[in-house]
Each structure stands twice: as structure tokens, then as C-alpha cells.
Nanobody
Framework: QVQLVESGGGLVQAGDSLSLSCAAS????????MGWFRQAPGKEREFVAA????????SNDDSVKGRFTISRDNAKRTVYLQKNSLKPEDTAVYYC??????????????????WGQGTQVTVSS
């Protein structure tokens, strides 16, 4: 029913920029809180950023330190993650997730019932 498809991942060098996209279908995207998470080898899934229906945002400043920006385009039913100044430690599978209709903003994996398949981002030094 709810489908999320990530795109934009790939192999880049440290210092490069990359924009990830997540196309959504099967739900009322404009009213859904959306999030980005990542999972590096041997690590637990980690919160990256989230955005609400009214464009309130939160991010994991301890990890991304202002380098990543989340945004959404409701007309295109798409959420984006702009990533600048990429570092090798940003290497991970990046997942798009939906928390549901008018869901409170959350940084917790358990609050997101819908997930994409992920897109691999590899940052070389």
C-alpha cells in the first residue's frame, strides 16, 4: 500500500555533495511526517533528519553537524536529503521512512512504520 523508493545514492569522494530523493505513493504524503535514517556496517540504524507536514525539522546534529538538510515537495510527493561536505563516516545505507498522518516529529526508528528499501552511499577518502 505505502511505498517509498529512495534514489540518488552512489560512490563519492570526501568533500562531495549528494542529494537523495524519496518518492512516496499510497498515502497522504502532504500530512505525513517523513524521516531519513542510515545504517552503517556493524552499527544500529541511526536517525538523520525528519520533517513534519508543517515543515518543522529536526536533525542529528551530533552526527551530521549541519551538513545535511531535509526538505519536501508535496506536489511531487517527494522528500529530499541534501548532503554536503561528505565524510567517510557518512558511508551507510540511507533509508526513507514515513511516520504517518500528522504524526509528531520523532527521532525513533520504532515510530516509523513505513520504510523504503534503502540506497547505498559510499564516501571514499
Amino acid at each position: 500500500q505505502v511505498q517509498l523508493v529512495e534514489s540518488g545514492g552512489g560512490l563519492v569522494q570526501a568533500g562531495d555533495s549528494l542529494s537523495l530523493s524519496c518518492a512516496a505513493s499510497g498515502h497522504t504524503f502532504s500530512a505525513y511526517t517523513m524521516g531519513w535514517f542510515r545504517q552503517a556496517p556493524g552499527k544500529e540504524r541511526e536517525f538523520v533528519a525528519a520533517i513534519t507536514w508543517d515543515d518543522r525539522t529536526t536533525s542529528n546534529d551530533d552526527s551530521v553537524k549541519g551538513r545535511f538538510t531535509i526538505s519536501r515537495d508535496n506536489a511531487k510527493r517527494t522528500v529530499y536529503l541534501q548532503k554536503n561536505s561528505l565524510k567517510p563516516e557518512d558511508t551507510a545505507v540511507y533509508y526513507c521512512a514515513s511516520a504517518g498522518n500528522f504524526a509528531p516529529i520523532s527521532r525513533r526508528v520504532a515510530d516509523y512504520p513505513y520504510w523504503g528499501q534503502g540506497t547505498q552511499v559510499t564516501v571514499s577518502s
